[in-house]
């Protein structure tokens, strides 16, 4: 016969049975839906045009980590035509950002090739309208090359600055029963002396927010700055 101790201790187990089962993922949850990545970015925008590939580090290699965090990247050089500033850009976007599928950082990708990480800080770009989008600017440095870097990641709806963060959003995302799909923004140039570029990297970035498709922005920047640029450029117009 069960005694009333083990009837107590099975009914815990089953209850944590079910609550594991009730906070477990169930759909996936994509704001860029079925579209390819590289259709909404655009080419050209203000002053900058582009092309595809450049000198741009990507660790990536078929069969590889990287190659299977991202479902779709976008490798493109922006030049300036009005001050021939050059600008690399990476946007890697995954589908499903589970626990093994994690964005991957420039702080941790770069120094696996050899690079050395120096200044990194936290900075805001700025979005028209919105809030500022959260971002990370650092430099890194191998041999004679020295690129100055931002970028910011999107998790869902949240967009986490650190390591540590991107695990609690990611555990924010399960427990409210979905997946999110996530993207990693990279803009950086080459520079030979100082000062750092960051000024005019994140100038590019903001140019970028603005040239792209209204409804197209919450893949990069969230559902809720997205709409809060489209309602600001409405009341101005």
Known sequence: MI??????????????LGTGLALRPRKLKSLLKDEEIGTIIPRR???????DGGDIVTPKTPGSLADRLYSQTVTRTYVNTTNNMVVMLLIAYGQSQSDLLQLHRPESCYPAIGFTISGQKSVDIPVPGAVPLPATALTASNGGRIEDIIYWTR???????????QRSDRLKTAMSGFIGDGVLVRASAIRMGEPAQYDEIEQFLASLIAGMA???RNVLIGTGRAEAMARNASITR
């Open 214 to 216: 209204p409804d197209k």
């Open 3 to 16: 005694d009333r101790r083990e009837l107590l201790f099975g009914g815990a187990c089953v209850a944590a």
């Open 45 to 51: 925008f203000g002053p900058w045009s582009s092309h």
């Open 155 to 165: 998790l869902a709806e949240y967009f986490p600055r650190t390591a540590g963060e």
